[in-house]
């Protein structure tokens, strides 16, 4: 079993930064792919990154790509995302999520465990 607790999350001004952080108990990440999901009010959970422990290939949302980074810390099992240049947009609650598998997918039903979400307030 798999424990993921998610933090960092707050309120940031639109253009500001901050850095999630997602670490697991109970097991190494290793063998994991691991992602971070976001649900803003009123919208379905979406897709914003993830990395393959192994190796740390990443994969990225679109509405993310250049602004966001995901890594990892093999010392700390955790997994972190950067968020820069931060939009309004971007206000949801973040989840990460861990999957046993070394296919990096986008899928949050092949996701086995998940945290209990981080809310991220990007205010204009």
């Known amino acids: 079993q798999v424990q993921l607790v998610e933090s960092g999350g707050g309120l940031v001004q639109a253009g500001g930064s901050l850095r999630l952080s997602c670490a697991a108990s109970?097991?190494?990440?290793?063998?994991?792919?691991v992602g971070w999901f976001r649900q803003a009010p009123g919208k379905e959970r979406e897709f914003v990154a993830a990395?393959?422990?192994?190796?740390?290939?990443?994969y990225y949302a679109d509405s993310v790509k250049g602004r966001f980074t995901i890594s990892r810390d093999s010392a700390k099992n955790t997994v972190y995302l950067q968020m820069n240049s931060l939009k309004p947009e971007d206000t949801a609650v973040y989840y990460c999520?861990?999957?046993?598998?070394?296919?990096?997918?986008?899928?949050?039903?092949?996701?086995?465990?998940w945290g209990q979400g981080t809310q991220v307030t990007v205010s204009s």
């Open positions: 999520a861990a999957d046993r598998t070394t296919i990096l997918h986008t899928i949050q039903g092949g996701y086995d465990y």
């Open positions: 109970g097991r190494t990440f290793s063998n994991y792919v």
């Open positions: 990395i393959r422990w192994s190796g740390g290939s990443t």
